[in-house]
């Protein structure tokens, strides 16, 4: 499955078959984590696909996602709200006052997710294992280029919605993400050689001490320095925290140039470890030299207590 349009026929081709497996759909989808839900156990009434930002969770946040009503056979792109958790943000009242909530546009048929916003729906038409989809406003068969241009169009508007929450420093998004860091650096020292980094790089070691952690300079402290196994280069590492991409970028740049100079290291590297995608983080690193970024992911799982 290559584009949205693929990803869509066979998800309704599936939704009709009653397969509830989902392993062979992506993961991501413009830099947005997606997750695909036909149900547990059974075939749920409205099979799902979600695209959502690192921050929030299907359970509780708002994102867009796709919904079949399968009784009905409409396919919603909607500005999804979760109903399992409420949320403290949701989306700007440009969305409410603009668009009709779920339950508006099928009140008959509405089993779940009736509160979510509509911003397109179509009616998939499926003979054989081809699938067409009609859509609602114009009632003609849409093309997998307006498909796309739909979704582009309410991703790119959830991606600004939440890198304003970003900013917000009292934020859920902001809170959230930023305990998260403040524990980060202490997990990645404490766990490294389970890391993917300690694969390349090492931790640095004086006269039987760790150095590595806020490794202090002239000019601030480096989150954490290590070196690379087969060159003995530097290599900076700071942690994106509640700040814009420049300044961490700028900040990175500032760290290494300063490694450079003090340990005569013309090889030093940098790595910025952040939380999520950011367009401008992108474009930033792809102006400074051996530098790369890594995001992480919380994922957290239950054992027996024995």
Known sequence: MFSI??????????????????????KEWSHLQMKVSFGQGILARVPWIALFAPEMQVS?????????????????????????????????????????????????????????FVFK????????????????????????????????????????????????????ISQSLFYMEKQLEDFIIHNWEQTELAERYELIVEQGELVSQQYQTDIGRIDILAKDRETQSHVVIELKKNQTSDDTVGQLARYMGWVKKKFDDNGVKGIIIAGRFDEKLEYAISMVPDTEVFLYKVDFTLQAHR
């Open 5 to 26: 349009f693929e990803i869509l026929q066979t998800f309704i081709l599936q939704a009709h078959e009653g397969n509830l497996r989902t392993s062979t759909y992506p």
């Open 121 to 172: 729906t179509y009616t998939p038409q499926v003979e054989g294992q081809e699938v067409t989809f009609v859509l609602n406003d114009s009632g003609q068969v849409t093309t997998s280029e307006a498909i796309e241009r739909d979704l582009e169009e309410i991703t790119n508007f959830y991606k600004r919605i939440v890198a304003n929450e970003m900013k917000d420093e009292k934020s859920e």
């Open 60 to 116: 509780q946040g708002f994102y867009p996602v796709y919904l079949f009503f399968r009784a009905s056979n409409q396919l919603i792109l909607s500005y999804g709200i979760s109903e399992t958790a409420e949320y403290q943000s949701s989306w700007p009242t440009e969305v409410s006052e603009h668009n009709p909530t779920i339950r508006e546009f099928l009140p008959d048929d509405v089993p779940r997710y009736g509160d979510s």
